[in-house]
């Protein structure tokens, strides 16, 4: 009978204190970037805290108006809560009706642009959580579209009555967000990102 020999079992070899503390000592190159990493970090926050944020209200809509003499239809947004703030600018006459078809849920024999488009962000599984009303630029209205994609979310510029149409046809209306700037004044407004 043959004898198995075991196998050698290893020791940990204590390390004096001395090598602890050097390897533990980081390289004064590592120490200066992690500084100046922590103090990018500082001013970063510092720029945040100081960054202004938009403060959004949600709207409904409450018609859209032909008024003669005008040849422009006005859509009327009013704020969902008090103080009940509203907002009324002008869309052209084929957005117009795009907008009010929406509202009134009503749809053609065939799909129109809005409605194709619609269609197409569904099978996409695109979804419109909201539009915002987003700033004012020497009057008109800046708008984009907020989406959750399978990729993730993503915002997309847009005219404020295509996002007003878009999001009136999702099978569950998306909000329409304000940015509260945009009912305080009737100058510009820059959009916050």
Same mark, same amino acid.
């Given at each position: 009978?043959?004898?198995?020999?075991?196998?050698?079992?290893? *020791?940990?070899?204590?390390?004096?204190?001395?090598?602890?503390? /050097?390897?533990?000592?980081?390289?004064?190159?590592?120490? /200066?970037? /992690?500084?100046?990493?922590?103090?990018?970090?500082?001013? $970063?926050?510092?720029?945040?805290? /100081?960054?202004? *944020?938009?403060? @959004?209200?949600?709207?409904?809509?409450?018609?859209?108006?032909?008024?003669?003499?005008? =040849?422009?239809?006005? *859509?009327?947004?009013?704020?969902?809560?008090?103080?009940?703030?509203?907002?009324? @600018?002008?869309?052209?006459?084929?957005?117009?009706?795009?907008?009010? =078809?929406?509202?009134?849920?009503?749809?053609?024999?065939?799909?129109?642009?809005?409605?194709?488009?619609?269609?197409?962000? =569904?099978?996409?599984?695109?979804?419109?959580?909201?539009? %915002?009303?987003?700033?004012?630029?020497?009057?008109?209205?800046?708008?984009?579209?907020?989406?959750?994609?399978?990729?993730? %979310?993503?915002?997309?510029?847009?005219?404020?009555?295509?996002?007003?149409?878009?999001?009136? %046809?999702?099978?569950?209306? $998306?909000?329409?967000?304000?940015?509260? %700037?945009?009912?305080? $004044?009737?100058?510009?407004?820059?959009?916050?990102?």
């Amino acid at each position: 009978m043959t004898a198995v020999e075991p196998e050698p079992v290893p *020791v940990p070899v204590p390390v004096p204190v001395e090598e602890a503390e /050097a390897e533990s000592e980081a390289d004064p190159e590592t120490e /200066a970037e /992690a500084e100046a990493l922590e103090e990018a970090e500082a001013e $970063s926050e510092v720029r945040a805290a /100081a960054a202004p *944020v938009a403060s @959004f209200r949600v709207m409904d809509v409450e018609d859209v108006l032909l008024d003669l003499p005008s =040849q422009y239809p006005a *859509v009327t947004l009013v704020e969902s809560e008090p103080p009940m703030r509203t907002l009324v @600018f002008p869309v052209g006459l084929p957005e117009g009706t795009a907008i009010a =078809q929406a509202l009134r849920r009503m749809e053609g024999r065939r799909p129109m642009t809005h409605e194709l488009f619609m269609q197409v962000l =569904q099978r996409a599984r695109i979804d419109v959580i909201a539009v %915002r009303l987003v700033g004012r630029e020497e009057g008109t209205l800046l708008a984009e579209l907020d989406l959750m994609t399978p990729g993730g %979310r993503e915002r997309v510029d847009c005219r404020p009555s295509d996002g007003i149409v878009l999001a009136l %046809r999702m099978p569950v209306p $998306s909000p329409i967000l304000v940015d509260e %700037r945009l009912l305080e $004044s009737l100058g510009d407004v820059d959009p916050i990102d």
